[in-house]
């Protein structure tokens, strides 16, 4: 039995090399197939006294699959039309995505304990698309390769659906739970911040594999081939993997999941609760479907495949660095190490006359307590905030749009002040720094 070696082009996960050996096993003659996608090489075994494949047929039979087999090492130097083509594509999507969660029109978004259904489904949407999607979205998007492998023979919408199934029965059951335990019952910051980390180390990884880093391709996260046949004809254990892994994401909150979290044991009723959290997730889910379905038919699609695989990759470390800084303030860190920032607005001084003073608290638990204030239009307003713990994500910023533009770092032991005046009435949201809202001032004449 002879071994023989071909250099292959054109494969960008695991279902590849699957697909490859299944192939080459049906011919006559091939006792053994390896595809490797970190080498980039194929090794067979013929039986004594058959021919290799010649490399013609090879790339005749895999031609529509989009795979070039050749006996000599592929020239790798003809990508930087590629290449531009793909950073071009990720760089506008970082674009669109930091345009939507600084723009602001999260703010306008007025929700209370007592608000209807179809506004927390508002809420999940525009959370959807903007902070949920950057820690949720860019999971899902690193994880659509190893779900196109697991089902590369079924409808490859399926894990999608399964993962954005069991996020819906996570987050229903989260808050029956808050409305029924009320303020008894709250994820830690420690827990959300471990997890946060663990999973941006999995979206790195797969990160690095997309953007063709061999190395990281030893980071396997299937099981061995020798079992992946059997394991892809068991429906039920291919269900678990995606269900379980939305099921578990109630512990990556964003700041908008905290608000609603909130709601959920404001309302002081577990059906209630579990109903404000259930369309707040019916929310998340529109913009996350399309994540995945919109990453499945690119990942069909064999030429453009590794395109998007790699502006895919590149997006996903945007992401994992953009809330790991959302997560633990890196940024205002160094900021503030540095001396680089503005620093943050304190003060001991008594407010100048005819100033309207309006004063809250905030912990982590209760956020900012009170949250409603009515004050005059064309009359100074002092808002001061007592910090008593810090601040943790995108929660550990405050603004009021239109009002205070600057988002202040809610740091322990502070008081943070913002002065202006009103020159119109209405009602203005004060949020963080991603426009989630938690509190109002409301200016009269």
Wanted: proline share 4%; charged share 15%.
């Amino acid at each position: 039995m002879s071994k023989h070696t071909y250099y292959i082009k054109g494969m960008h996960c695991a279902s590849c090399e699957l697909t490859i050996e299944e192939e080459l096993l049906k011919i006559k003659g091939i006792e053994y197939a390896d595809a490797s996608l970190s080498k980039g090489e194929l090794n067979v075994k013929v039986e004594p006294g058959k021919d290799k494949p010649k490399v013609k047929e090879l790339n005749e039979k895999f031609k529509a699959s989009g795979y070039s087999f050749s006996e000599i090492p592929f020239d790798e130097g003809q990508k930087n039309g590629i290449l531009f083509k793909t950073l071009a594509a990720a760089c506008i999507a970082i674009v669109v995505f930091l345009f939507i969660t600084n723009s602001g029109f999260t703010s306008i978004i007025n929700i209370t304990s007592d608000s209807s259904l179809l506004a927390f489904l508002v809420f999940g949407l525009v959370a959807g698309v903007s902070s949920c999607a950057a820690m949720v979205g860019g999971l899902v998007l690193s994880l659509s390769k190893q779900w196109a492998q697991d089902y590369q023979r079924a409808d490859k919408a399926t894990p999608h659906i399964l993962f954005n199934l069991g996020r819906l029965i996570s987050f229903a059951l989260l808050g029956f739970l808050l409305g029924m335990l009320g303020e008894r019952f709250q994820i830690s910051a420690t827990i959300t911040s471990i997890m946060i980390l663990l999973v941006s180390a999995v979206m790195l990884v797969l990160a690095l594999q997309m953007l063709g880093v061999r190395y990281f391709n030893r980071f396997r996260f299937a099981l061995p081939k020798s079992i992946t046949g059997k394991l892809l004809k068991e429906k039920s254990q291919k269900a678990a993997g995606p269900f379980v892994i939305g099921f578990l994401t109630f512990l990556l909150p964003c700041g908008f999941t905290v608000v609603a979290e909130g709601f959920a044991i404001l309302a002081a009723d577990p059906v209630r609760g579990a109903l404000i959290m259930l369309f707040f997730a019916l929310g998340t889910a529109a913009p996350l479907l399309a994540i995945g379905l919109f990453s499945t038919k690119l990942l069909d699609n064999h030429t453009a495949s590794e395109n998007f695989q790699k502006a895919a990759g590149l997006l996903i470390i945007f992401f994992v660095l953009y809330n790991i800084n959302f997560q633990f303030g890196v940024a205002r860190y160094i900021e503030e190490k540095f001396g680089l920032g503005t620093p943050t607005t304190t003060t001991t001084s008594a407010p100048a006359p005819n100033t309207q003073v309006i004063k809250s608290v905030f912990t982590v638990a209760n956020d900012i307590q009170p949250s409603t204030f009515e004050v005059k239009v064309g009359q100074p307003v002092r808002f001061e905030v007592e910090v008593q713990e810090n601040g943790f994500g995108c929660m550990s910023t405050i603004m009021v749009p239109g009002l205070w533009q600057k988002a202040l770092t809610l740091r322990k032991g502070q008081t943070l002040v913002m002065e202006f005046t009103p020159s119109k009435t209405g009602v203005y949201q004060i949020t963080c720094a991603m426009g989630v809202p938690r509190g109002t001032i409301k200016v009269v004449e």
